[in-house]
Every structure is written in structure tokens, then in C-alpha cells.
């Protein structure tokens, strides 16, 4: 009987609108309160106030116009709960209380403020479809233990998850008036995002996507403001397809131990991966990026391949210290501004064909200076480092800068494009605390173009050259000429040569241009013996041994003078001369002078006065002599004549370094 009074004195005080408050260490039966007095309590529009009770029974407040403000705090739910269809034009506050059945708020209207905190929804649907709430939502430390429904829901200014968790949560084509914050939440399951909308900031800091099968995905979110996800984890994979971000969008720190995918997401500001880890496959393509891609230490430890096809970096991208384990592609990438690969690790093949650079590209040793809880503080990178990398029909509008950089494996620079490009000018770099060369495998050059170019042209061009000696530099060039040249050019090409010879000869230094000139037709003379004996013959022997291509062939001078010096010795002998006019009387002995006359009028190939009155004897003479002067001339001066002097003229004027190699080679 005193029970029954006491449950009535509790009815009559919440009807009333009196707040109930019950002690937490009273029995259950002590502070249990029905469903329908709630029901009925705001059926005559009063305020419920409940502290610590039991609320046994369904609780169905469909489809009403809740007046008053309703407050439960530490309660617990034993039944289900509608609030379906209704509309609360006061606060709705239930903090610290456990729901242990489904809660259903689809298509509920909250005029003001809704606050959750630390509250447990424990059963296996929590539905908030077409929810709208016009005040703030607040969630924090809330856990949803069921499928926990958002959908099409309506809420702001702000809502607050901060250290909320949820088992399966859907979020698709909820609407947020101001910023939404999850901080330091937990999600267990299923995490869908997808077509959300926010106007203000979208906080995932420190946040745990802790399942390992289901994806996370946030495809189509349009976030007003900043996206913040630094040091969240992600133990499955992710998505951001399509993604829309007004203002700055970060992971940094963040560690992804799936695969990660950002295909054609747009960020207006920065977007940052400082010393994110990435463990699975990532996909960046088709990203456009209104201020920089920032990558600092960031490590991508997947053997798949990293993908940055097509992505546009508008305030340019930062990749300092960054590890590729797996290929790395930037096809078609976009850099407005500067790009940054200083210390960067490409540990398999690198890929930049058809990429475009306007602003200053540093591959080379660095510093980063950053201020850190108020100190200003400094990061030395290295050069970068590449295992396999291609630039095939890149175009960089400034410098590029390749210094202290080291390519392991082959380099691909073909058909680029640069305004000036810097290698290490001693062709040596340091890396693991000794120096290597910079280039250590083939490099393709072919159709390479650059108004400037500093580099080690030998390191650039041949295997071999940095450590060889000078004395093994003249064997090379003039005694084992029949050892094939270790050049880096393959397939060859011509171009890449002359490309080079160019800029050197324009550029105050003739000599190495030569050098580049005269290793190009090595090359290519050597090529000729695998095809052509004969026509390899004829190079060798005019063309390389004689006038040395056209390079300051003074051995051409000297073998003239050595001719004219022996021609002048033998017509100083008797009787070698005659009168050029029958029956004019012959000296028998010329002076020098009429005979080095003799000589050069023999030489030339041309008619010229001087010792024209003589001719050479056709007759042999007794004495020493044992060759008529007449074969004499024509073996040892006018043959040689007409060889030496045409390719003297044309070493001069430079026909021959035009002349003699083929239109098109290919690899020996």
C-alpha cells in the first residue's frame, strides 16, 4: 500500500511538472517511473525533470508538440523510445543516461538544443533519419553500441561527438549548420560519411577507425571550412572520392593501415600529410589543390603503387623527407608554385612523364626551418634518392635542381623540357657517408632540351670516367680503339650530344664542347664496325686518325709540314728537277729555298706560281736515289696534297664536324 502511494505521489509531482530526483543507491523498485507519466507529463505540456530513475516501459511521444523542456539525467531506459515526428520547442537534455533498447528521432524537429552527453545507446538500432535540430547538438563521450542512423539529418550550429563511440555509423547527407567535431571518437564499424555537408569545420582529430573490414568513407563531403584528421588512426580502409573542402584539409600524423583513396577530392587551401603513415595502397589522382600539398615525412610503406596522376598543386607541393617503398607516380602532375623533394626516398620506380613544373624544384639537400612549442627549430634533408625514375615530356618553366640528388637504376629525362637544370658538377655525391657517383645506371636524354645545364658532363654521358687516370684517359682515346664505350645513351641518340656540345661551346667553355663532339663520333665509329667494315675504315682512318674530326687538327699541319720538310730534303738532290720549257737548260743542284718551291707547287691541289719553272724528273739518276723524283712527287706530296688540304679546309670552316656520321643511330 505505501508503495503504491509513493508511485503515486511520484506520478502527481511529474505530472505537475515537480522535478523527481531519486538517490543512485536506491533499490530499483525505489525509483522506477512509468513511461506513460513522461507521456503524460508532456501531454499537458509540462516540464519533465527526472534524476536517476528507472523508466519502465515504452516511451511514445510520436508525432507531438513538446512545449516544455525535457531533462533526464543518469536514467536508465528499460523499453524502446519513439520521439518520432515530433517537435520540441524547448531543450531536450538526457546526459548520462543508458537507453536499453532502440531509440527512434526520425524526422524529429528540435527548435533548440539537444545534448546527449555520456549517454549509452545500447540497442541494436538508434535512428535519427530527417532529424533537424536548429540548436546544438552535443553527443560528447556518448557511446552508440547499435546501428546509429543519421541519414538526410539536419543539425547545427554546432554538434559535438568529442570522444564518442559508435559500433556501425551512418552519416550519409547529414547536414551540419556551423562545425561538426568528433574528436577523439571511436569507430568500431562501419563509418559512412557519404554526401555529408558541413558549413563550418569538420574535426577527426585523434579519432580511431578501429575496424579492419569495413571501410571508412567520406566520398562527396562538402566541409565549409577546415577537415582536420591529424593523428587519427585508420585500421581499414578509406575513402574521399569527390570530396569538397573549402578551406584547409589535414591528416598529419595520421597513420592509415589500409588502403587509402582521394580520387578527385578538391581542397581550396593546404592539404597536409605531415608525417602521415600510409600502410596500404594510396590514391591521390585527380586532386586539385588551391594551396600546397604539404608531405613532410611522410611515409607510404605499401610495395602497391602511390598515386598523384593529374593532381594540381596550385600553391605548390611539399615532399621533404617523404618514403615511397612501393612505385610512386605523378603523371601529369601540376605544380604552380615550388615543388619540394628535398631528402625525399623513391625506393622503387618514380614517375613525373608529362608533368609540369612553373615554379622552383629543389631535388636536391635542404633545410626546413619550423617553430615548435615557441622555439624555432631545423631539419637538414639530403638529396633525394632514386631507385628507378621517368620525367618523359616534363616541363619545368624555372630551375631544377638535382645537386646532391643519386639515381640507382636508369633515369628518363626524354623529350623533357627545362629552363636550367643543376647536377653535381664533380659527378660525385655523398650518401651513406661515402662518395658514389650521382648516376649509376643508363640515362635517356634523347630530345632532353634546357637553356642552362651544370653537370659533370662524363658522369652524365659514360660509366667509368670520374676515377680514371689521365694516363688511362689517353689509352682510351687513342690506343684502344677497338673497346666498345661504356656510354649511359641507351637506345643512342645523336641528340643529346650535340645538345650538350652546344650549350658548352656557347657558353665560354669550347674545349669540353669538342670533348662532347669528338666522344659522340667515337661512338658512332664504333657502331659502323658492327654494320661496315669498310665504311668503319674510312672513318678511322680519315676521319679520326687524320683530322680528328674536325677538332683543332693539328696532326693535319704536322703531316703537311713532315711532306714538305721531305719533299725539300729529296728535290735538293741532283738531278731530281727540269725545266718545266723544252730545251731550257737545268740546274743540277737546287737551293733549299727552289725546292721547298718545288714541294709546295707538288702539295697543292691548286696551281700557284712558285716553282713553276720545275717539274720532277721522270728519269732516275745514278747515286743514291732509287725512285724516279717524278713517282716521288706523286706518291708523297701531290696524293697527300689533294687529302690533307681539302679536310684541312674543312676542319676550318667546320664542314667536316658536319659531315661523315650517320642521320640516325641506334644502341650498339
Known amino acids: ?15 505537475s511538472g515537480t522535478p523527481l530526483r531519486f538517490q543512485r543507491t536506491a533499490s530499483r523498485d525505489a525509483r522506477s ?20 530513475a528507472v523508466i519502465i516501459g515504452q516511451l511514445d511521444l510520436r508525432s507531438l508538440q513538446v512545449l516544455n523542456e525535457i531533462s533526464l539525467v543518469r536514467c536508465t531506459f528499460e523499453g524502446s523510445v519513439d520521439f518520432s515526428y515530433s517537435t520540441f520547442q524547448k531543450n531536450l537534455t538526457i546526459s548520462c543516461t543508458t537507453f536499453m533498447a532502440p531509440v527512434n528521432f526520425t524526422g524529429t524537429t528540435f527548435d533548440h538544443d539537444v545534448r546527449f552527453t555520456r549517454t549509452a545507446f545500447r540497442g541494436l538500432r538508434n ?14 563521450r556518448a557511446r552508440f553500441s547499435g546501428k546509429t542512423n ?22 550519409d547527407s547529414t547536414k551540419v549548420k556551423g562545425s561538426a567535431h568528433f574528436e577523439r571518437t571511436v569507430f568500431e564499424g562501419d563509418a559512412d560519411f557519404t554526401g555529408m555537408e558541413v558549413d563550418g569545420d569538420l574535426d577527426f582529430s585523434d579519432s580511431h577507425f578501429t575496424s579492419q573490414d569495413k571501410p571508412s568513407s567520406f566520398d562527396v563531403i562538402k566541409v565549409g571550412g577546415d577537415l582536420s584528421f591529424d593523428t587519427t588512426i585508420f585500421d581499414g580502409k ?36 605531415d608525417k602521415a603513415v600510409i600502410e596500404g595502397e594510396a590514391t591521390f589522382v585527380g586532386l586539385k589543390i588551391g594551396g600546397g600539398g604539404i608531405f613532410r615525412g611522410a611515409q607510404f610503406c605499401s610495395n602497391a603503387k602511390t598515386r598523384f596522376d593529374l593532381t594540381h598543386f596550385q600553391g605548390g607541393a611539399f615532399f621533404q623527407d ?23 626516398k623513391f625506393n622503387d620506380t618514380a614517375r613525373f612523364e608529362a608533368s609540369r613544373f612553373t615554379g622552383l624544384v629543389e631535388f636536391r639537400s635542404g633545410k626546413w626551418e619550423f617553430t615548435e612549442n615557441g622555439f624555432l627549430k631545423t631539419t637538414d634533408y639530403s638529396g633525394a634518392s632514386f631507385k628507378e625514375v621517368a620525367f618523359d615530356h616534363a616541363r619545368f618553366e624555372q630551375d631544377a635542381c638535382f645537386d646532391d640528388a643519386i639515381f640507382n637504376g636508369r633515369v628518363d629525362f626524354r623529350d623533357c623540357t627545362f629552363r636550367a637544370i643543376y647536377f653535381s658538377e664533380s659527378g660525385q655525391v655523398m650518401q651513406k657517408d661515402k662518395m658514389q657517383e650521382q648516376f649509376q645506371a643508363d640515362v635517356d636524354l634523347r630530345g632532353c632540351t634546357y637553356n642552362q645545364i651544370h653537370v659533370n658532363w662524363e658522369s652524365l654521358l659514360n660509366y667509368r670516367r670520374l676515377l680514371e687516370s689521365k694516363w688511362g ?3 682510351r682515346r687513342h690506343l684502344t680503339f677497338w673497346r666498345p664505350i661504356l656510354h649511359r645513351q641507351r637506345p643512342y641518340s645523336r641528340q643529346p650530344y650535340r645538345q650538350l656540345e652546344t650549350f658548352f661551346s656557347t657558353a665560354g667553355q669550347p674545349e669540353i664542347g669538342d670533348e662532347i663532339y669528338l666522344e659522340c663520333r667515337r661512338i658512332e665509329r664504333k657502331q659502323k664496325r658492327q654494320k661496315n667494315f669498310f665504311r668503319w675504315l674510312a672513318d678511322f682512318l680519315f676521319y679520326a686518325a687524320l683530322a680528328r674530326y674536325g677538332v683543332r687538327p693539328l696532326r693535319l699541319i704536322m703531316l703537311s709540314l713532315v711532306l714538305l720538310m721531305g ?11 727540269k725545266m718545266k720549257e723544252a730545251g731550257a737548260p737545268a740546274p743540277s743542284v737546287l737551293s733549299r729555298l727552289d725546292a721547298l718551291e718545288v714541294s709546295l707547287h707538288q702539295f697543292l691541289p691548286v696551281d700557284i706560281p712558285m716553282g713553276e719553272q720545275w717539274v720532277p724528273s721522270p728519269e732516275t739518276r745514278a747515286g743514291r736515289l732509287r725512285i724516279k723524283p717524278s713517282t716521288f712527287s706523286t706518291l708523297f706530296l701531290k696524293l697527300p696534297g689533294w687529302i690533307l688540304v681539302p679536310l684541312g679546309i674543312a676542319a676550318l670552316t667546320g664542314l667536316l664536324r658536319r659531315a661523315g656520321a650517320p642521320k640516325a643511330s641506334i644502341g650498339e
Open 127 to 140: 535512428k535519427f533519419t530527417n532529424t533537424q535540430v536548429k540548436g546544438s547538438f552535443v553527443a560528447v
Open 33 to 52: 517511473v512509468s513511461a506513460e507519466w513522461i507521456r503524460e507529463a508532456v501531454d499537458k505540456s509540462k516540464r519533465v525533470e527526472i534524476w536517476n
Open 473 to 475: 684517359r689517353f689509352v
Open 238 to 273: 578509406i575513402s574521399f572520392d569527390g570530396s569538397c573542402v573549402r578551406g584547409s584539409a589535414s591528416f598529419a600524423a595520421s597513420r592509415i593501415h589500409n588502403e587509402a583513396d582521394f580520387e578527385d577530392m578538391k581542397v581550396d587551401g593546404d592539404l597536409i600529410f
Open 150 to 171: 543519421f541519414d538526410d539529418a539536419e543539425l547545427g550550429p554546432d554538434v559535438n561527438f568529442n570522444y564518442a563511440t559508435f559500433k556501425n555509423a551512418s552519416f
Open 322 to 344: 617523404v618514403s615511397f617503398t612501393g612505385k610512386a607516380d605523378f603523371l601529369g602532375v601540376q605544380i604552380d608554385a615550388g615543388a619540394r623533394f628535398n631528402g625525399a
Open 567 to 577: 719533299g725539300t730534303l729529296f728535290f735538293s738532290q741532283p738531278h731530281t728537277v
Open 1 to 15: 500500500m505505501q508503495g503504491m502511494n509513493q508511485s503515486h505521489d511520484f506520478r502527481s509531482q511529474l505530472v
